[in-house]
């Protein structure tokens, strides 16, 4: 008599198609600094009418932008078993949460501005995140469509970067995402093109930083 050996395989797939980026090359960075000093000459005796303008450059809030390429992939490490082809033009979106682990993918849904604000402190100051994130934007991540969310356009208007949030009322940096819908040769910021551009907030303390995670999505 002949023995049959059965063997059951248990596949699984994942919940979500948003995965950490794990390749990443900083090409450069910058801040806005003055190009001039105000200045006046003027003597004893002297009383002179001057007026100033001037920008000022944010502590909350700093930005990203970039390209994005990748493949989805078919492999239990780095051999690959099967790969397909990916391009910016496929689409996706880029996130960056400030916290290393936390966010859960799977409970992504909407989030007003005043959740920023509350986490990073920014009260009401003129640059704060509810006079900033004034526009109701829509993105889908991990799956999961979101729309009504706190965000708004960058540059000139390419972009929409949009908050979400993994819970109805978040408490911590872990749980907000900003994320960005990925568009090839999208128009950045400073007309050149790009693929995403992301508008993220920031500890205003000065000395103090701000470490972004990034994820992505490839459609």
Excluded: H, R
Aim: charged fraction near 10%; aromatic fraction near 12%.
């Amino acid at each position: 008599m002949k023995k049959i050996l059965v063997f059951a395989i248990l596949v699984m797939g994942l919940v979500f198609a948003i995965q950490p980026a794990e390749n990443w090359t900083v090409l450069g960075t910058g801040k806005y600094t003055p190009t001039k000093n105000a200045n006046v000459t003027t003597e004893g005796g002297n009383v002179t009418n001057v007026d100033f303008a001037s920008n000022i450059s944010t502590e909350k809030w700093a930005g990203f932008w970039g390209n994005v390429s990748g493949a989805v992939v078919l492999t239990p490490g780095s051999s690959m078993f099967y790969t397909w082809t990916w391009d910016s033009s496929n689409g996706g979106e880029v996130c960056a949460v400030a916290a290393s682990s936390g966010f859960d993918w799977a409970s992504v849904q909407q989030t007003a501005a005043a959740a920023v604000d509350g986490i990073w402190n920014f009260g009401s100051a003129i640059d704060n995140a509810t006079n900033t994130l004034t526009s109701s934007c829509a993105v889908t991540v991990a799956g999961t469509p979101v729309s009504g969310s706190a965000g708004n356009y960058t540059g000139v208007g390419g972009f929409e970067t949009c908050v979400v949030a993994d819970d109805v009322a978040p408490a911590d940096k872990s749980d907000l995402a900003f994320c960005v819908n990925i568009t090839q040769n999208g128009n950045l910021f400073n007309g050149q093109p790009g693929d995403y551009e992301l508008l993220t907030a920031t500890n205003e303390t000065a000395g103090q930083y701000e470490t972004y995670y990034f994820w992505l999505e490839l459609d």
